[in-house]
């Protein structure tokens, strides 16, 4: 299958790219390489030391023997976008390319303005150049779970079948997203959602949970191939931001009281998860919902297990409950359907001690890289900043 991964520099993305190639895709990757800028931006790093783009693709063509066709844009630009569909003409479009960060998005107007544009933007114009030169095209587009917040019933996958008044429908799926950059994915599955109502598009949204863990079998093959590992308070995410933490003998990072549970899952199956989404196509007209994660927890038994298996390693590390900089539930029922994947073939990697273990040998390996004074966050949800 001829694939455009866009995001493909990105820490699911380019895992996501070698495995596809690897399975005999043709696969070229988009990406303006802004995540590597706001790094700079913010004074934060990867944990694991990353290669420049170019060198990552050439030296994958020399471990693989499978050419990755790179380009540098970006999907705010029109004109990159509908050259980029034109010239590859591809079968499925990956779409990872959005800055994913909620702290980020609510750090002051800009950044939120920014989050909304760079995201409904982007994916407004693949949907159009998908839509106008390669109708048949399946988009692949990467939401999250956080679209639909903490509600008080069972979260379904898409759509909710209500009866009311003593009729009934299947609807969307009600959303109470947490942040500007979490509405904005809810913003791009409804103008998704009526693209393929409208042109019959097909596509398929994959409501991801947090990911965590940092090579597949790919990116572990050579050091060029490595994948990011963020950490901060800004871009680090539960999990992994909790292994660097203790790795480096700072306080384990628990908001509030830690009650708030998300939906989880190991990179190794998200890159999986895109193959199976790409291989059982989304029907002309169809748009087709997939919650992407394999199992829940809440973020105090995460950091519980791993301040229990840094211990085991001689870690001096303890838990530090912070006010929540977040507004969100610390308590609260939660209950996601997560089958149509596993029906599909999806055999999950289950978080375990082991998996834990091999993160805290890889945070302290690098533990050089970690700057401590980064993991505190700064970003507070409740004060708008007019800047
Ligand atoms: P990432 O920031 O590591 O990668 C995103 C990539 O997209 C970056 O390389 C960035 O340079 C690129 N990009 C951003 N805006 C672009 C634009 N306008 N044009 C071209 N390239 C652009 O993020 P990630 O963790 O790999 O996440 C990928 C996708 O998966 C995102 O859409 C995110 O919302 C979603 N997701 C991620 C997680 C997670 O835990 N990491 C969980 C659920 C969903
Ligand atoms: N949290 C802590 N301590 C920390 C960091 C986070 O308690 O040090 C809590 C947060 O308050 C939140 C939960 O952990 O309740 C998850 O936060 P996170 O930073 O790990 O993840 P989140 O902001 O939700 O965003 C990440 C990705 C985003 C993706 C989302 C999936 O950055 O791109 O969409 O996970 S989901 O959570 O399902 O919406």
Not at 129 to 146: N, Q, R, S, Y
Not at 301 to 312: F, T
Not at 337 to 362: C, F, Q, S, W, Y
Request: charged share 25%.
């Amino acid at each position: 299958m001829r694939v455009l991964v866009a995001g493909g520099d990105g820490f699911c993305g380019w895992p996501t790219a070698l495995y596809l190639s690897s399975r005999g895709h043709d696969v070229s990757i988009a990406d303006n390489l802004s995540r590597r800028e706001w790094d700079r931006e913010l004074g934060t790093n990867s944990l694991t030391e990353i290669s420049e783009p170019g060198s990552r693709v050439a030296r994958w063509k020399e471990v693989s023997g499978r050419e990755i066709e790179a380009f540098v844009g970006d999907l705010t630009d029109e004109r990159f976008v509908y050259e980029t569909i034109e010239r590859l003409r591809p079968e499925a479009v990956v779409q990872f390319a959005e800055q994913r960060s909620a702290p980020y998005s609510m750090i002051d107007r800009s950044h939120a303005v920014f989050t909304q544009v760079n995201n409904v933007v982007g994916t407004m114009n693949l949907m159009f150049a998908i839509g106008e030169l390669v109708p048949d095209c399946h988009l692949i587009k990467l939401g999250t779970m956080g679209e639909y917040g903490t509600p008080n019933i069972d979260i379904e996958e898409g759509y909710l079948t209500v009866e009311y008044k003593g009729r009934t429908d299947t609807l969307p799926y009600p959303k109470q997203p947490g942040s500007f950059y979490h509405l904005s994915k809810v913003h791009d599955s409804h103008n998704i959602m009526f693209a393929c109502r409208a042109w019959g598009l097909r596509a398929t949204d994959l409501n991801q949970g947090v990911v965590y863990n940092v090579d597949t079998e790919e990116t572990a093959s050579d050091p060029v191939l490595r994948n990011r590992f963020d950490y901060d308070g800004i871009f680090g995410t539960a999990l992994n931001r909790f292994c660097a933490q203790a790795a480096s003998g700072s306080g384990i990072t628990v908001y509030g009281g830690g009650g708030q549970t998300r939906g989880f899952i190991d990179i190794r199956d998200t890159v999986r998860c895109v193959e199976l989404a790409a291989n059982h196509p989304a029907e002309r007209g169809e748009f087709r919902v997939f919650n992407q994660f394999t199992e829940q927890w809440s973020v105090l038994e995460l950091a519980q297990l791993v301040e229990r298996v840094a211990r085991s390693l001689d870690l001096q590390t303890e838990l530090a409950y912070l006010d929540n900089p977040r507004v969100e539930k610390e308590e609260h029922y939660y209950r996601a359907a997560n089958t149509r994947l596993i029906d599909l073939g999806l055999k999950p990697h289950l978080l375990t001690e082991e998996t834990v273990e091999r993160l805290l040998v890889m945070a302290l390996e690098n533990r050089a890289r970690i700057e401590p004074e980064t993991f505190a966050p700064r970003v507070d949800w409740r004060k708008p900043d007019y800047r």
